[in-house]
């Protein structure tokens, strides 16, 4: 394999489309491994990561451009969890991130999505179920991410009272997808 030009090693990878194959192959020579860090651009997280191990996993692929961090089917309790360190590694390691999905993250609240304003080429957030995450946490966001231009929030029960963030997105301008659902304390009038 050392043999072979880094361009072409880079269409092969290109061609497998497995996250597995991926792993695998990026475990039979360093180049390999290298390579494959520098080219992958995605990936998707579940329970049992720590705070610790996400450094490590941040800083293996700091190309990324999307991280999916999901929880659902998992307790608390059960197994690590990403919490606000995390994602202070996450937005401080992975500058490119442009599309980030967090879901049932409940150790995450508003002071881990400020973190997320350092990640200046963010265009979509998603937020799944975080239950700690308040309207304040999503000003201080829409401060720092001047790009984003699609939010879903779901079920985020603690994003209630001041609607000063929706006001702050009406005039600034730049959203152009708004998805909320099974948000209590938000109804229609609030985005007249």
Same mark, same amino acid.
């Given at each position: /394999?050392?043999?072979?030009?880094?361009?072409?090693i880079?269409?092969?990878?290109k061609?497998?489309?497995?996250? *597995?194959?991926?792993? &695998?192959?990026?475990?039979?020579?360093?180049?390999?491994?290298?390579?494959?860090?520098?080219?992958?651009?995605a990936?998707?997280?579940?329970c049992?990561?720590?705070?610790? %191990?996400?450094?490590?996993?941040?800083s293996?692929?700091?190309?990324l451009?999307?991280v999916?961090?999901?929880?659902s089917g998992?307790t608390p309790?059960?197994?690590?969890?990403?919490?606000?360190?995390?994602?202070?590694v996450l937005?401080?390691?992975?500058?490119?991130?442009? %599309?980030?999905?967090?879901?049932?993250? *409940?150790?995450?609240?508003?002071?881990?999505?400020?973190?997320? *304003?350092?990640?200046?080429?963010?265009? &979509?957030?998603?937020?799944?179920?975080?239950?700690?995450?308040?309207s304040?946490?999503?000003? /201080?966001l829409f401060?720092?991410?001047?790009a984003?231009?699609?939010?879903f929030?779901?079920d985020?029960?603690?994003i209630?009272?001041?609607?000063?963030?929706l006001?702050?997105?009406?005039t600034?301008g730049?959203?152009e997808?708004l998805?909320?659902n099974?948000?209590?304390e938000i109804?229609q009038?609030?985005?007249?």
């Amino acid at each position: /394999m050392e043999h072979l030009s880094e361009e072409l090693i880079i269409e092969i990878l290109k061609k497998i489309t497995r996250t *597995s194959d991926l792993n &695998s192959l990026s475990l039979v020579s360093k180049q390999l491994y290298t390579i494959d860090a520098e080219q992958r651009a995605a990936i998707r997280l579940g329970c049992g990561l720590a705070t610790e %191990d996400f450094l490590a996993l941040c800083s293996r692929f700091p190309n990324l451009l999307k991280v999916e961090i999901d929880y659902s089917g998992s307790t608390p309790g059960n197994g690590n969890h990403i919490d606000n360190q995390g994602l202070f590694v996450l937005s401080s390691c992975c500058t490119l991130l442009n %599309d980030i999905t967090l879901t049932f993250c *409940s150790k995450i609240n508003d002071a881990g999505i400020v973190c997320l *304003s350092y990640c200046k080429k963010l265009i &979509s957030l998603k937020l799944n179920s975080l239950p700690e995450v308040t309207s304040s946490g999503l000003l /201080m966001l829409f401060f720092g991410c001047k790009a984003l231009s699609s939010l879903f929030i779901n079920d985020c029960k603690g994003i209630a009272g001041s609607t000063e963030w929706l006001e702050y997105l009406g005039t600034d301008g730049s959203l152009e997808e708004l998805v909320v659902n099974n948000c209590q304390e938000i109804s229609q009038y609030d985005f007249l």
